[in-house]
């Protein structure tokens, strides 16, 4: 708790000296007011937004124009002298966009003394340049289970949280203007430095990009935007924008409580279920143990695996969702939520509580100056204090072995706008984030990790008297080995034959990684008359990357502590033109990247050995104490790095072919830095003599080429149809590597990292949107399906430049001298290869995203008190998916054929079914939810060990002969079982 006090004092003290990000504009609303019985224009005549002080006055053209309007549901009012005053419920205004309504305004009459209507909801929008999905918050709260990849699974431009082929990374994810993306991104590196073999660490609670899941309830709109937008700091792929609700008028708030008794995985049970020999993972140990235990006890003494040993699947999962907000005066407003996961998972050993917290005030300190700051807080146990777990096959037998690990993310954003007038504004916003995260071991009661506890402090390993109490390679009581997967002689691990499994002993890991934002942004909009928007602006942003790990290898400690201060600059502008037969988004943006850290100088010269040593407890056998060396590779980093300069034009066209029907065409070209983990990570995945790999700082960015063209068209006021095509092309698009051999003396070799290459993606997408429709007289139908077909695919290859191999140097061939030290990167662009397809291979996070098919329904059933005796309204959400399988080589075939293979098609539905009635001023809706209702065994992943493969090809079996619910690199092989909730939400 102490450190989470630190940290908000720092965050708050940091908005007052410092920074922002990309910010999340608000909606523009326009129309022609006119007298309903002449037609003229109502000049003078004034349009307020209810609840709010925004407001425009009807020109001489009968135009008005209302900037910046928060997104929801509105009421707008129109008032002017001689005609009756007029009001439009439900007005529908969406971040960044404009929303058109038009005003027929009765002269004033006796006894009339207001006109109300109701606005109708558009199927289609006209003013739509590029392609984007908008879930509203009704929407959001009606999905069966929501949270954010539940949000981003019914955009058809997004699968699995990549956005049109793009890496995971080339997505920003934006709140309030807060840019919540993880710039660390350690998975950048293909998700390779997120396993680690030799310690048998995986880290893939760092598989997504985005920093924060925030409560359903605290979203007013999420938006996945894919093209055509300069106010956003460079992302190649897309952008989510998040905007966060503010609260007026009267103060309400809600309660939603969730529970199931327990979350049950799809596929084999992890120690009964049966394998493709006929026997279970269970029986293979106590056999092997009990053989053991006359031919080799000391090792049968290794063999401590009870059955019931660890939970599994028979723990509760509790979700607990707080909102409360509304007015506290007419010029000062609130809104804060929380949410509360405790879940113990699917499999042996899983915990995870997260507490995802929002809090916003908006504060009007004059009619035309407006104060908003934002609060918020993600936390996986960083700051709070608990250790969450993962299950991990390595050590399914001794899940003591497992590190633990604790995240967080804590924000701040202070923004102020001015109204200059009806038609102008600027606004600035400066924002703070610090998202640090531990992995390690935890020491509770005087025990390492011990079973069902979940707070401790982490062994860092810098203490020596910690290296003394639990590191030995003598001493077998210790917890700790410094040469993990190679003790002898009593090798901890089964079965003996293969030995996939540790029994104890894991090696040293402590990790420690920090990124602080410290950002500050500056935004002018001016409607200069009725058919030009300008806008334009500046952003700063400065971080703090510092990385800490500690880890054993192979026979030592390896020390890896850096810290970089990377910079980015970014200046825009753009017009919104808007005429009777074209809408047009144009605009440029110039962005500068300064890395912060200089480069290798001498690439066959890089590294300077340090080396130190501790004591051990233990004694060699020739009397001498156990010393561990501590290794440090000191980086030779000597060579600047230039700024690099990201150069951004994008155009979006909207033709309305007539009041139902448009066609968009866009075009953008976007550049984007990479992520710190692939421009500063240092792999140190030692083995045996090899020196420590390293990643290219000198690198460019990723470049990204975007077209797209799109129809849309309203059926009916019902019913609207979008379908849009889109190519794009992306350079330096996969990790490639070089491997050097240096100087004699300084190691065997390493490899060093960049990116390179390029990629083609295709698609269609198609939506069918359907506003609320009677059915009857008991039923309104309402909801969304999409279809998909795309493609990805990127060079392939390796490192061969057309007649000649130029993946590896030598010093001792003379590249070092005929180089000068340095390397050809830039022969990347020139290596002979071949397109393919991007595959699944043993990875459902880093790799399988390319589904050729892709089709999401969305249905939502409303009946209104069916019964007419029972006070009671029920509501039905389904939420359904269905997708080709992922994409495998077929090793069985021909090497030359290339030939691909395709997965099973997987398909899930989720359904809420609430029924909801009033008490004593309350709202009370009780519910249940219910994930993959038909419990389909939907295979996203499998084994491609070389018996996997053969298992997978001739059988289907993706679990390998070892029967493998989680792969190395953490991720499932299977989606979910069958997973039920029941709760309640109580609105007050």
Do not use: C
């Amino acid at each position: 708790m102490r450190r989470f006090l630190l940290i908000s004092l720092s965050a708050i003290a940091a908005l007052i000296i410092a920074a922002a990000t990309a910010y999340a504009a608000g909606g523009k609303l326009t129309g022609k007011a006119v007298d309903a019985k002449t037609g003229e224009p109502v000049v003078g005549a004034s349009v307020r937004i209810d609840d709010t002080q925004l407001g425009g006055a009807v020109g001489v053209d009968g135009m008005y124009v209302v900037l910046d309007i928060p997104p929801g549901v509105h009421d707008v009012t129109l008032t002017g002298v001689g005609y009756t005053k007029t009001t439009v419920r439900g007005v529908v205004i969406h971040s960044d966009l404009t929303t058109f309504q038009n005003f027929q305004v009765e002269p004033a009459t006796v006894g009339l003394p207001e006109v109300v209507v109701e606005a109708q909801k558009p199927v289609i929008d006209i003013t739509q340049t590029s392609g984007q999905s908008i879930m509203t918050s009704t929407q959001i709260t009606n999905l069966p289970a929501a949270n954010l990849q539940t949000i981003l699974a019914t955009s058809p431009s997004t699968f699995n949280g990549y956005v049109r082929g793009g890496k995971r990374f080339e997505t920003s994810y934006i709140v309030d203007g807060i840019d919540l993306s993880d710039k660390t991104y350690e998975s950048a590196n293909a998700g390779n430095s997120l396993f680690n073999t030799y310690l048998a660490v995986n880290k893939t609670f760092r598989q997504n990009n985005n920093l924060v899941d925030l409560g359903s309830d605290a979203l007013q709109e999420v938006a996945v935007n894919t093209t055509s937008n300069v106010k956003y700091s460079p992302a190649t792929a897309g952008v989510v924008d998040m905007t966060l609700k503010q609260g007026a008028g009267k103060i309400a708030g809600n309660v939603v409580v969730k529970y199931a008794s327990s979350l049950q995985a799809a596929g084999l049970d992890v120690y009964t279920g049966l394998l493709p020999d006929g026997t279970t993972a269970e029986s293979k140990y106590m056999n092997e143990e009990a053989s053991l235990a006359t031919s080799n006890p000391s090792k049968a003494a290794r063999y401590t695996w009870t059955p019931g040993e660890y939970w599994y699947a028979n723990k509760p999962t509790e979700n607990v969702q707080f909102s409360l907000g509304g007015g506290i005066t007419n010029d000062v407003g609130f809104m804060v939520n929380a949410k509360y996961i405790n879940s113990y998972g699917m499999y042996p050993n899983d915990f995870n509580r997260s507490l995802n917290a929002t809090a916003t005030i908006n504060w009007a300190l004059q009619p035309t100056l407006k104060l908003t700051g934002i609060g918020i807080l993600s936390d996986q146990g960083y700051f709070l204090g608990w250790r969450n777990s993962m299950y991990n096959e390595d050590f399914k037998f001794y899940l003591q072995g497992v590190p633990r690990y604790a995240l967080g993310t804590a924000a701040g954003s202070l923004k102020l706008v001015n109204t200059l007038s009806d038609n102008t504004y600027y606004e600035v916003q400066a924002s703070y984030t610090d998202s640090p995260d531990e992995v390690g071991f935890i020491q509770s009661g005087g025990q390492i990790n011990p079973l069902g506890v979940t707070s401790g402090d982490f062994l860092t390993f810098a203490d020596p008297a910690q290296l003394q109490q639990y590191v030995s390679n003598i001493d077998f009581t210790k917890f700790f080995s410094v040469t993990p997967q190679n003790e002898t002689p009593t090798e901890s691990a089964f079965p003996s034959s293969s030995s996939p499994y540790k029994l104890s002993r894991p090696g040293v890991y402590y990790e420690k990684q920090a990124t602080q934002q410290y950002n500050v942004r500056g935004d002018f909009n001016s409607q200069i008359n009725s058919h030009h928007l300008l806008t334009g602006g500046l952003n700063l942003q400065f971080y703090n990357y510092s990385n800490l790990r500690r880890f054993s290898p192979s026979g030592y400690v390896d020390v890896e502590d850096y810290t970089v201060h990377p910079k980015q600059y970014g200046l825009y502008a753009q017009d919104r033109m808007t005429y009777s037969g074209v809408i047009v988004n144009a605009g440029v943006r110039v962005d500068g990247w300064d890395a912060g850290a200089k480069e290798i100088g001498n690439y066959f010269a890089p590294y300077t050995f340090v080396s130190d040593s501790e004591v051990l407890g233990g004694v060699n056998k020739n009397g001498t104490p156990e010393v561990v060396k501590f290794n440090d590779m000191v980086v030779n980093r000597t060579k600047d790095v230039p700024v690099k300069w990201l150069f951004e034009p994008m155009i979006g066209i909207s033709h309305p072919i007539s009041d139902r029907a448009s066609m968009y065409y866009s075009f953008s070209r976007t550049m984007q830095p990479l992520p710190f983990s692939a421009l500063y990570g240092i792999s140190y995945q030692k083995f045996h003599t090899s020196l420590p790999n390293v990643s290219l700082i000198d690198q460019d960015p990723m470049k990204s080429t975007n077209y797209e063209m799109g129809l849309q068209y309203a059926i009916s006021d019902y019913f609207g149809v979008n379908v849009s095509a889109y190519y794009r092309t992306i350079k330096n698009y996969n990790q490639m590597g070089y491997t050097v051999v240096p100087r004699a003396g300084i190691g065997s070799l390493y490899s060093i990292f960049f990116y390179g290459g390029s990629a083609d993606v295709r698609g269609i997408e198609l939506t069918l949107r359907s506003n609320s429709l009677p059915v009857g007289d008991v039923l309104r139908l309402s909801g969304d399906v999409t279809y998909t077909y795309s493609y990805v695919r990127s060079l392939a290859g390796g490192t061969v430049l057309r007649g000649q191999n130029n993946g590896t140097f030598f010093t001792t061939a003379g590249d070092s001298a005929k180089y000068n030290g340095d390397l050809p990167f830039g022969n990347a662009d020139y290596y002979a290869g071949y397109e393919q397809y991007i595959l699944g291979a043993n990875s459902s996070s880093f790799a399988g995203y390319d589904r050729s098919h892709r089709v999401t329904f969305i249905l939502n059933f409303d009946f209104p008190r069916p019964f007419s005796s029972v006070p009671l309204d029920f509501h039905l959400n389904t939420f359904t998916t269905y997708q080709s399988g992922f994409l495998y080589p077929i090793t069985a075939a021909d090497p030359r054929s290339r030939q691909i293979g395709t997965a099973p098609y997987n398909m899930r539905t989720d359904l809420r079914l609430e029924a909801d009635f009033s008490i004593a001023g309350l709202r009370v809706a009780p519910f249940v939810e219910i994930l993959n209702v038909f419990n389909r065994e939907n295979i996203i992943a499998y084994d491609n060990s070389t018996a996997g493969q053969q298992m997978w090809e001739q059988k289907g079996i993706p679990t390998g002969p070892y029967g493998w619910a989680v792969l190395p690199d953490g991720s499932s092989v299977y989606d979910i079982g069958r997973q039920v909730y029941s709760g309640v939400a109580i609105n007050f």
